[in-house]
């Protein structure tokens, strides 16, 4: 019973502090809070090649624009997407690849044209090359697909960021 009622006791101190440190969840309000707001006013300019369509439909997921909002910026990436091999046999055969999607991206305010966030965003996934050819292109598509997604996460990640700082009036 007293240590039900000192783990009681550790908790409502450990949530005073918590309160008190200024944590703050970031989409507070839901689909109507601020930031997902200014999310949903943001549009998607096309992006090249095949990671470019896996990327804009990612990221158009999380981004999907409310109805009845107004565009406020428009939303500027490109990709960099490569796959390098290493873990060489000794007879020249490569063993493992690496694949890497970079994004680097721009945040333009379409009012005054001013790019209001330039930032990059990028990760990687380690393939096996198999003797059959076909289930290494398919392990490729699948990492580009998962890359995508995760890519996407990070932008959409820092642009709540900028847009909690918007809201907050500490930014541009």
Known sequence: MTKLLSNITLLAAASILL????????YSGGTNGVVAAQLGDIEIEPIKGK????????LNDQLSTLEGSEVK???????DDKIAGFGVRSNDRI??????????????????????????????????????EYATVAAEETALENLSTRVADQIVKRLSLFAREQASGSGN
């Open 19 to 26: 309160a008190s440190c200024g944590l703050q969840p970031l």
């Open 51 to 58: 990671a470019g369509w896996l990327m804009r439909n990612a």
């Open 73 to 79: 910026y428009r939303l500027i990436i490109e990709l």
């Open 95 to 132: 063993t493992r690849e690496r694949r890497t999607l970079r994004a680097r991206y721009q945040l333009v305010r379409l009012s005054d044209s001013n790019v209001v966030l330039d930032a990059t965003a990028g990760s990687d996934a380690g393939i096996d090359v198999v003797s059959s």
